[in-house]
């Protein structure tokens, strides 16, 4: 038997590098650790602060998922404060969120994830030469225009918040903006426009109502039968290459999952509270584990340091979490290997594990029985995970397919807009109080847990989706959620391990990656791995 | 607490001098005027790491002395791609970013992009590349001005800008949380002088040497 480690950097870049270690026996990865390489000084930076500091500073974590930090740490704070929400500042959120999404499906596709798609390892493959024709960075005839048009919905966000991705225009009590007719109108034309040129005419090849009959695999697979335009479809292509290639077959993850769900009914949530935050969801949120559903609960949440760069060996709560960083040179020595943080959820009879979080895990959530009227109730997934399993592709899938479902969702919400009734309400500030704040950013749940204390920031802790899947093992030694659905992944060529970034780009854990890409290196670095001693 | 300062004007609605032929018009529906703009100035870095911040508040400084009406602020922040983006529809670009050259804290560099970026538009299999001289100038963080150049060279095609200028200032401190240095907060009053006057006055922002 042979055993190599490969030691392949880097592959994202959220909060800093992702180092992924994994080692190969007789050609397929046996074991995978994940390592985040920058520390996240945030929580600290918050510390003593105002308390509406955290709008101003998270969503300046990440060049791309602005609009979701500032979100939920609007939420946080609309909790904390026990603030009264007006229709149109729920409205005006829920189009903000759900555009930075829907600009994030097209450009993590086409930008991040399809350019692997074009690499010789595939050469033996009959759609390969139009995977290369479709794919290639910049001269790719799907390229381009997915790229551009991606654009779109975040003109669309900038009507309302101003720019992206670093606006600070939610705020307790609703929105900063004063939209006029002329805006929601253009907003609605913006977003009809790039529904037709990118999402119906270039990825679907259908319109988006024949896309969401789908409701099984079954419905999947007929749908590819149907028509040419569906099968030359961007995503009728991706569906047949992945199939004829293999990336059906492996990436499956722990095959649990988190979504804490986004998006709220505009008359249910008006008094933001954590009791009440389940049943106003538009998009639900949900663990499934072991098999089971169980509803999203926040006090069920943990962040094992056992093997990250921190103090000790604890698993808090994030309100009485602490961020206490140790040399990592020296906190080696105790086996800690990572700046993330091992976030974990105390699932009823299973206790503390690891959930993958992102599009699939919505996808599973929504899935579940009991959705009210105003919430997503979508089958499709779960028949998917019942009749193939996870994988690469399915996990691609899950992302791309909520483009349909969230175009729909903008739609309605824009046309719910009340010109006349306001955006904001001055909230009461208060000194003291508790505040959770969540959402879905695209790549999967993100949220905020602040204390205030005498009119400051006694205590502030995010968990990122990120932090959900790159996280490192936890006191048990269980790996996180990249690290176990790297595991399994066959590498045909030691020396360019292209399913490696499959799978790891599968979960989206970034967009720098994606500029490295533009500019020609990520496959090069990908490439330039290096190579530690055979074992 | 306020919101971000506002984006300037909104996007203008006459039509532009020339029709739009990069793969952004794509992004045009029918009916509406893609933007059109004097200039537009962009700010970036990350306001979390101290000076590397200098470029958001030099933005922050600009929208609350007030530019022109037909000028543009943009606070790129961290997002490399959409500064690319926001570079659609000016006339003139001005862009504010921290740097690490070795040289003192404070230090102003002022570039003309056309020496950056490479002429040529990428062939076919060919992704476009930066020159070498960009090796020079390493971004204390991860997404670089000039990959932002470079993409939007590609992305806007014959709407490229060509009246490019890059103004850098050197970093000193880059701690999480610091606020700017004594040093780069003097030159980014030195920068948002100039570019007020740039604006002002529409010279040739690419004659001379105004190196500090």
């Not at chain 1, 790039?194 to 990825?203: A, F, I």
């Not at chain 1, 024949?210 to 028509?227: C, G, H, M, Q, V």
């Not at chain 2, 003309?112 to 538009?121: F, G, I, K, R, S």
Request: charged share 20%; hydrophobic share 40%.
């Amino acid at each position: 038997m042979t055993t190599v480690d490969l030691n392949v950097s880097p592959m994202g870049r959220v909060e800093g590098d992702l180092d992924v270690r994994v080692t190969i026996d007789d050609g397929v990865v046996s074991k995978a650790w994940t390592s985040a390489a920058m520390f996240r000084g945030f929580e600290i930076i918050l510390r003593g602060k105002d308390p509406q500091a955290g709008l101003i500073v998270t969503p300046r974590i990440c060049g791309i998922c602005g609009g979701s930090h500032l979100f939920k740490a609007a939420y946080a704070l609309d909790v904390a404060w026990q603030t009264e929400l007006p229709r149109n500042a729920t409205l005006i959120r829920n189009i903000a969120q759900a555009c930075e999404t829907l600009q994030s499906i097209p450009r993590c596709f086409y930008a991040l994830f399809a350019i692997d798609l074009t690499n010789k390892r595939y050469a033996g493959s009959p759609l390969y030469a139009e995977a290369v024709r479709r794919f290639t960075p910049f001269t790719g005839t799907s390229y381009g225009p997915g790229v551009a048009l991606s654009a779109g919905p975040i003109e669309v966000y900038a009507l309302f918040g101003g720019q992206w991705p670093h606006s600070s225009f939610m705020v307790p009590g609703g929105v900063i903006c004063a939209p006029t007719l002329a805006d929601v109108t253009r907003a609605t034309a913006i977003l009809e426009h790039w529904k037709s040129q990118w999402l119906e005419q270039r990825w679907l090849g259908c319109s988006v109502n024949r896309w969401l009959a789908n409701r099984s695999w079954a419905d999947i697979l007929a749908w590819l039968d149907e028509s040419a335009s569906h099968r030359d479809s961007d995503c009728g292509f991706f569906l047949r290459y992945c199939l004829d290639i293999g990336l059906d077959r492996y990436g499956a993850g722990p095959g649990n999952y988190l979504a804490t769900g986004t998006y709220f009914d505009p008359d249910l949530y008006r008094q933001p509270t954590v009791d009440g935050r389940n049943d106003a969801l538009i998009g639900r949120g949900g663990i499934y584990a072991g098999g089971a559903h169980f509803p999203f609960d926040q006090a069920r949440v943990r962040e094992d340091v056992t093997h990250s760069y921190y103090q000790g060996t604890s698993a808090y709560h994030p309100f009485d979490g602490e961020t206490v960083p140790v040399d990592p040179e020296r906190a080696q020595a105790d086996g800690k290997y990572s700046w993330a943080k091992s976030p974990r959820y105390d699932v009823p009879g299973l206790g503390p594990i690891p959930l993958e979080a992102g599009p699939l895990a919505r996808r599973v959530a929504a899935a579940a029985p009991g959705a009210a009227p105003h919430q997503d109730d979508d089958p499709l997934f779960a028949d998917i995970l019942a009749t193939i399993g996870s994988s690469v592709m399915v996990r691609l899938l899950a992302r791309m397919h909520e483009a349909a479902r969230y175009y729909r969702w903008v739609r309605g919400w824009l046309d719910q807009i009340d010109l006349h009734e306001p955006f904001h309400l001055a909230p009461t500030e208060r000194a003291d109080g508790r505040g959770f704040g969540a959402t879905e950013a695209a790549r999967g749940s993100l949220a905020d847990w602040i204390v205030l204390e005498r009119g400051r920031i006694a205590n502030y802790q995010v968990i990122t989706p990120t932090a959900w899947n790159i996280g490192p093992r936890d006191g048990d030694g269980t790996p996180g959620p990249i690290e176990s659905a790297l595991v399994g992944t066959p590498v045909t060529d030691p020396s360019d391990p292209v399913e490696l970034g499959h799978v790891a780009r599968s979960f989206d854990s970034c967009l720098v990656c994606t500029v490295h890409a533009y500019n020609g290196r990520t496959g090069r670095e990908l490439s330039s791995f290096v190579l530690n001693e055979t074992v | 607490m306020t919101a971000e300062p506002a984006a300037g004007a909104p996007p203008g609605h006459g039509p532009a001098a020339d029709a739009p032929t990069g793969l952004a018009a794509l992004l045009d529906p029918p009916g509406i005027a893609p933007p059109s703009w004097t200039a537009t100035v962009i700010g970036c870095g990350n306001l979390l790491r101290g000076d590397d911040g200098v470029g958001p508040v030099l933005i922050r400084h600009l929208a609350a002395v007030g530019v022109p009406a037909d000028v543009r602020l943009v606070d790129g922040g961290t997002a490399g791609l959409d500064t690319a983006f926001a570079m659609r529809g000016a006339r003139r670009v001005l862009i504010v970013d921290a740097a690490r050259t070795g040289a003192a804290p404070g230090t102003i560099h002022r570039v003309p992009a056309d020496q950056l970026v490479a002429a040529d538009p990428p062939s076919a299999g060919t992704p476009p590349v930066g020159t070498p001289s960009l090796a020079t100038l390493p971004q204390p963080h991860a997404v670089r001005w000039d990959q932002a150049l470079v993409f939007a060279r590609w992305l806007l095609g014959a709407d490229f800008p060509t009246d490019i200028v890059v103004y850098l200032i050197e970093a000193g401190c880059l701690d999480p949380g610091a606020d700017l240095t004594p040093a780069v907060r003097r030159s980014m009053e030195r920068v948002q002088t100039m570019i007020l006057n740039d604006l002002a006055t529409s010279v040739d922002l690419t004659a001379g040497d105004h190196d500090a």
